[in-house]
């Protein structure tokens, strides 16, 4: 069976313990909360980092502590840093890429959120790639809209970044793309046409986790996302227990389609990290 990465997005800058307990805040339950999607499979991690109070956060400090404990209790384990823009200072969003992390997340255009703009202006685009460059980051380029595609393909010709990144195609946020299946082919095709080298993923958030997983496997993607950041249940009427219930879950629908969890070694493979 060909493996495939299963990356778990911990606790992203929105879902609170109200919300779902299980939702890690600080650097001690994220990196328990990590190391148990580990050992269930995941390969790996995305962190974003909160305030005492739950609120999104910047701070290098915590981001430091969160790889420290993630590279020691998760051997190999891929170490990818948000730089999204939710909640926070839009100059502080990539002030923990000196932290050298193996991968950092890269928006490359804005778009509408639930109740917010998303704003990713050019010129914040270019500084985070040149960073990431600088550090040998290798980004995941995130997908919102078909024209991200094109702004990262400006990347690559302005030479802020390597012709094979890694892109992610978020579906599901309102006002944003839908969870819709033929919006997948769409935006793959595009991908082929604009960064034929590069690897990808989908994640779906919400009700669509399950679905778009489905979809990404089925069209052979390199990797798959989970996690609480997207999604913070099983069904309706269930909260997801933890991380690692989210991760087995999407070993079960890589096994249904034929492919296993890849290794951490493997996935430094797929994904050509060091
Ligand atoms: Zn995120």
């Given at each position: 069976?060909?493996?495939?990465?299963?990356?778990?997005?911990?606790?992203?800058?929105?879902?609170?313990?109200?919300?779902?307990?299980?939702?890690?805040?600080?650097?001690?339950?994220?990196?328990?909360?990590?190391?148990?999607?580990?050992?269930?499979?995941?390969?790996?991690?995305?962190?974003?980092?909160?305030?005492?109070?739950?609120?999104?956060?910047?701070?290098?400090?915590?981001?430091?502590?969160?790889?420290?404990?993630?590279?020691?209790?998760?051997?190999?384990?891929?170490?990818?840093?948000?730089?999204?823009?939710?909640?926070?200072?839009?100059?502080?969003?990539?002030?923990?890429?000196?932290?050298?992390?193996?991968?950092?997340s890269l928006s490359t255009?804005?778009?509408?959120?639930?109740?917010?703009?998303?704003?990713?202006?050019?010129?914040?685009?270019?500084?985070?790639a040149?960073?990431?460059?600088?550090?040998?980051?290798?980004p995941e380029i995130e997908i919102?809209?078909?024209?991200h595609l094109?702004g990262a393909?400006?990347l690559?010709?302005?030479?802020?970044m390597?012709?094979?990144p890694h892109v992610q195609f978020?579906?599901?946020?309102?006002?944003?793309?839908?969870?819709?299946?033929?919006?997948?082919?769409?935006?793959?095709?595009?991908l082929?046409?604009?960064l034929?080298?590069a690897?990808w993923?989908?994640?779906?958030?919400?009700?669509?986790?399950?679905?778009?997983?489905?979809?990404?496997?089925?069209?052979?993607?390199?990797?798959?996302?989970?996690?609480?950041?997207?999604?913070?249940?099983?069904?309706?009427?269930?909260?997801?227990?933890?991380?690692?219930?989210?991760?087995?879950?999407?070993?079960?629908?890589?096994?249904?389609?034929?492919?296993?969890?890849?290794?951490?070694?493997?996935?430094?493979?797929?994904?050509?990290?060091?």
């Amino acid at each position: 069976m060909n493996p495939v990465v299963i990356a778990v997005a911990i606790t992203g800058s929105v879902p609170r313990k109200s919300d779902n307990p299980a939702v890690p805040v600080t650097p001690a339950e994220q990196i328990e909360s990590t190391h148990e999607a580990f050992e269930a499979g995941a390969s790996l991690v995305h962190i974003h980092v909160r305030n005492p109070d739950e609120t999104p956060s910047s701070d290098p400090a915590l981001f430091a502590q969160v790889q420290e404990g993630v590279r020691k209790h998760c051997p190999g384990m891929i170490v990818q840093f948000s730089t999204g823009g939710r909640g926070r200072d839009q100059a502080a969003r990539g002030s923990a890429l000196y932290l050298r992390p193996d991968m950092a997340s890269l928006s490359t255009g804005s778009v509408n959120f639930p109740t917010i703009i998303y704003e990713n202006a050019p010129s914040l685009v270019s500084d985070l790639a040149t960073k990431m460059q600088a550090g040998g980051i290798r980004p995941e380029i995130e997908i919102f809209d078909l024209s991200h595609l094109h702004g990262a393909k400006r990347l690559v010709e302005a030479g802020l970044m390597h012709d094979k990144p890694h892109v992610q195609f978020v579906m599901g946020v309102k006002n944003a793309l839908p969870a819709e299946e033929h919006l997948l082919d769409i935006l793959l095709g595009e991908l082929r046409r604009v960064l034929p080298h590069a690897t990808w993923t989908a994640a779906g958030i919400g009700a669509g986790q399950a679905r778009v997983m489905q979809w990404a496997l089925a069209r052979g993607a390199d990797a798959v996302r989970t996690g609480l950041e997207d999604n913070i249940r099983i069904t309706k009427e269930r909260l997801a227990a933890s991380n690692a219930e989210l991760v087995r879950l999407a070993a079960d629908a890589a096994a249904a389609a034929g492919r296993r969890p890849a290794t951490a070694a493997e996935a430094r493979a797929l994904l050509s990290i060091a």
